[in-house]
């Protein structure tokens, strides 16, 4: 052998060969398996100017539009998705970043109030950057321990805003996920047994939640082998608040039955109204029985920065966990949320450890309680804590504060307008900054009273929301609930949102709906 690289049997150079293997034959890089960094990263800055222009300047443009409706025969076409067996050249791709772009719903848009997130916060997005860029598990101190240290500090920071000087907890997958860690946790720490011996070595438990509590709250106890059937429903009052003397009375039903009364879920923020259950006496009631009382406020947990309004969830110290969801008022981006409990003892880590040598070595060089990936149901957990961290460094708690009142001030403005407008009926007067409506077409003001006005009634929402979507002029949520027909939920969340934006939305709300 000479050394070459060159096969003059078949004609071609093995470099060559590469080169083409590689798409980089004239001079034209092809994405393969096989990437080149320089051609990554310069594809990487391309992408990142399209997301600039595309979602963050022209998605938070009230110019622009908030969705660009497409029904999906016409966008899967629009969009190309079927995956081949070849690769795509850069301009392709970027192509493809673009229309994803395009065809998204841009939640940052100031009209956006579909759901109980919305607008943009620059600095936890450089968060979301950076930890999709380093790519990395937070199950353990040796290959997250920036994040380890940062997950502990955020998790203290939020326990001493409950209430608690101490406590434990963990980043989870969602306010559903927090909820199921709580039903999970307390059923350990009453029936240690489940965890070796599973259900057959219970009893029949309890679960008590209201009526207007989150789904996933029966999510859980399906889930976790308890069972829809042993969900007891606590009765709510006209703003969706718990009634604490039904809570009582079905305490006792459940213990007629032969249940063991487990676990109450009260809610803090409810999905639809935005009701704040009375804490305390529910407390109260936890105490005399002996109950993990667990709060959802996965919604309305924030409003614990604002001193004017954190009144709201008073009583909160007392529970034995919570949920409390930072993607959503804090527009920490999703997801970011976080399961806090009072306990010391180490409960959460004994519920969920297995022990895996291969990752909770206890021989370690470092403290292995920086391990703190056995506390979770997970292997591999994504690092959620970096957004909310670095959002927080950048505004303080006085700056999170102020935007909490800053969305009750605009939840305030806009009730005082629909009160002054003709054809907006409010649901109830609001607790949170979840305004609850109907719109009445002039059609049919003055007929209350008729037998087919409910039904017509049920139909003005589905039929706005439907135009103002295929417009792409804004979004904001709709749906029945025990009795009432299809009313409005309009969310206000974003600080960027203005007077001007509130004043648009009830115009719109008209234009869209007075030829009903």
């Known amino acids: 052998m000479n050394g070459s690289v060159c096969s003059p049997q078949n004609g071609e150079c093995e470099v060559e060969t590469l080169k083409r293997a590689m798409g980089l034959q004239n001079g034209h890089p092809l994405t393969t398996g096989l990437e080149d960094q320089g051609d990554g990263q310069s594809f990487l800055k391309e992408a990142f100017n399209v997301i600039l222009e595309e979602v963050l300047r022209r998605g938070t ?41 395009r065809y998204s719903v841009k939640t940052c848009h100031p009209y956006f109030f579909n759901q109980l997130f919305s607008g943009m916060d620059y600095h936890s997005l450089a968060g979301r950057f950076l930890t999709e860029s380093l790519n990395t598990s937070q ?20 326990r001493l805003m409950v209430g608690w000087p101490d406590g434990d907890g963990i980043f989870c997958p969602g306010g559903s996920m927090s909820n199921m860690y709580a039903m999970n946790v307390a059923r350990y720490r009453a029936f240690p047994q489940v965890k070796v011996q599973g259900m057959w070595a219970l009893p029949r438990l309890a679960i008590f939640t209201s009526q207007e509590s989150h ?36 305490i006792e039903l459940a213990r007629s039955q032969d249940s063991v009364p487990l676990l109450v879920s009260a809610t ?87 022990n895996a040598t291969y990752l909770f070595q206890q ?20 690092v959620d804590c970096l957004k909310l961290w670095l959002m927080w460094k950048a505004v303080g ?7 909490v009142d800053k969305a009750f001030e605009n939840t305030r403005y806009l009730v005082g307008k629909m009160k002054m407008r003709e054809g907006f009926q409010l649901v109830n007067e609001p607790q949170f900054v979840n305004v609850c409506f109907w719109f009445i077409p002039p059609s049919l003001r003055g007929s209350e009273g008729t037998e087919e006005y409910q039904e017509k009634l049920s139909k ?24 009432r027909v299809n009313f409005f939920r309009m969310v206000i969340i974003s600080p960027q949102i203005t007077r001007k934006d509130l004043d648009f939305f009830l115009d719109e709300i008209e234009r869209l709906g007075n030829d009903l």
């Open 460 to 483: 003005v929402a589905p039929i706005i929301k439907e135009r103002m979507v295929r417009k792409g002029c804004m979004m904001v949520g709709y749906q029945p609930q025990k009795g």
């Open 215 to 250: 789904y996933s709250v029966c999510k859980a106890a399906s889930f976790q082998g308890i069972g829809l059937e042993n969900i007891f429903t606590v009765k709510v009052d006209e703003r969706g608040c718990m009634i604490p003397e039904d809570l009582e009375d079905k």
């Open 268 to 354: 803090s923020g409810t999905t639809i109204q935005g009701a704040f259950d009375p804490l305390d006496r529910i407390a109260d009631i936890c105490a005399r029985n002996s109950l993990w009382l667990h709060v959802d406020a996965a919604w309305g947990g924030s409003v614990l920065f604002s001193s004017a309004h954190k009144h709201l969830l008073k009583g909160i110290e007392r529970a034995d966990s919570v949920a409390w969801n930072p993607h959503k008022m804090l527009m920490a981006g999703l997801q970011c949320s976080v399961f806090l409990m009072k306990d010391t003892t180490d409960l959460l880590k004994r519920c969920h450890c297995a």
């Open 139 to 158: 199950y353990t101190y040796e290959v997250g321990p920036v994040f380890v240290l940062m997950e502990n500090e955020v998790l203290s920071k939020l």
């Open 61 to 101: 443009n009230v110019q622009e539009k908030v969705c660009e409706w497409q029904d999906p025969a016409e966008l899967s076409a629009l969009l190309d998705l079927e995956l081949r067996e070849g690769g795509e050249n850069q301009q392709q791709l970027l192509k493809r970043v673009q229309d994803v772009a």
């Open 363 to 382: 021989d370690k060089f470092y403290d292995v309680s920086l391990d703190t990936g056995d506390k979770s149901i997970q292997c591999g957990r994504k």
């Open 397 to 403: 708690s006085r700056g999170l504060g102020q935007r």
